[in-house]
Nanobody
Framework: QVQLAESGGGLVQAGGSLRISCAASGYHFSSYGMGWFRQVPGKEREWVAGIDFSGRQTNYADSVKGRFTISRDNAKNTVFLQMNNLKPEDTAVYYC?????????????????WGQGTQVTVSS
């Protein structure tokens, strides 16, 4: 059974930094891509960043490019999202998701498991 558990969310001032983590278990983590999504009330969940199975390829939504960095530690079955220069519009619940394929994908139906989410709040 695939399980994903996010941690590290919290409250930060605009311009600050935060790193959130996602620990995976129950499957062969290092064979599959991972993604981070975020959602605010009343809006659809949006893709934020993706990483391939090896960690060598990454991709980002335009809204976070240059500020966020996704990475993974396959030895620890963990994916990270380093968020710098945070803005109030980054406030959301952040979810990690396990892809069914090795490469990066932005398509929600390619993700087979989701974490419970972690709240990130950026104050102005």
């Amino acid at each position: 059974q695939v399980q994903l558990a996010e941690s590290g969310g919290g409250l930060v001032q605009a311009g600050g930094s935060l790193r959130i983590s996602c620990a995976a278990s129950g499957y062969h983590f290092s064979s599959y891509g991972m993604g981070w999504f975020r959602q605010v009330p009343g809006k659809e969940r949006e893709w934020v960043a993706g990483i391939d199975f090896s960690g060598r390829q990454t991709n980002y939504a335009d809204s976070v490019k240059g500020r966020f960095t996704i990475s993974r530690d396959n030895a620890k079955n963990t994916v990270f999202l380093q968020m710098n220069n945070l803005k109030p519009e980054d406030t959301a619940v952040y979810y990690c998701a396990a892809s069914r394929i090795p490469k990066i994908t932005t398509v929600r139906t390619n993700f087979g498991a989701w974490g419970q989410g972690t709240q990130v709040t950026v104050s102005s």
